[in-house]
């Protein structure tokens, strides 16, 4: 599944979070789509609301793995840091990615980079 994300669409979350429920209706283990929703969510929200470009939304599903991608087209990486204390809204989003994806991470292309994370069938 491939997605562009309009630039500052804050509508697209809730797009991606049903399209991504519809492609893992029949995938994974209990829990799984939950978790892909939830995370997925996070990375759109921080393309969409840390860069002021357009987007790019991939789901790969393989027997065994998930993997989501959003690219954007800056090349400011994401910070991993603790919630906001002056706003208990901010921070907290690539913490929910490291402690619920098996696997996460950044990846730096020629114009931007993507950040991504991966869900293992058989955990």
């Known amino acids: 599944?491939?997605?562009r994300?309009?630039?500052a669409d804050l509508g697209?979350?809730?797009e991606v979070r049903g399209a991504l429920r519809d492609l893992l209706r029949h995938w994974g283990r209990p829990?799984?789509?939950e978790t892909a929703e939830l995370?997925?969510?996070e990375l759109v929200t921080n393309a969409l609301v840390h860069t002021d470009r357009d987007a790019v939304f991939t789901a790969t599903v393989e027997p065994r793995r998930l993997r989501v991608e959003v690219r954007d087209f800056t090349g400011r990486r994401p910070r991993l840091r603790g919630a906001d204390s002056g706003d208990g809204t901010h921070g907290r989003g690539l913490m929910l990615v490291q402690a619920l994806a098996d696997a996460w991470g950044v990846?730096?292309?020629g114009v931007g980079k993507s950040v991504w994370f991966e869900l293992d069938a058989s955990a």
Request: net charge positive; aromatic share 0%.
């Open 31 to 33: 829990g799984t789509a």
């Open 12 to 14: 697209a979350v809730s």
């Open 39 to 41: 995370l997925a969510s």
């Open 5 to 7: 994300l309009g630039r």
């Open 1 to 3: 599944m491939r997605r």
């Open 107 to 109: 990846s730096a292309h």
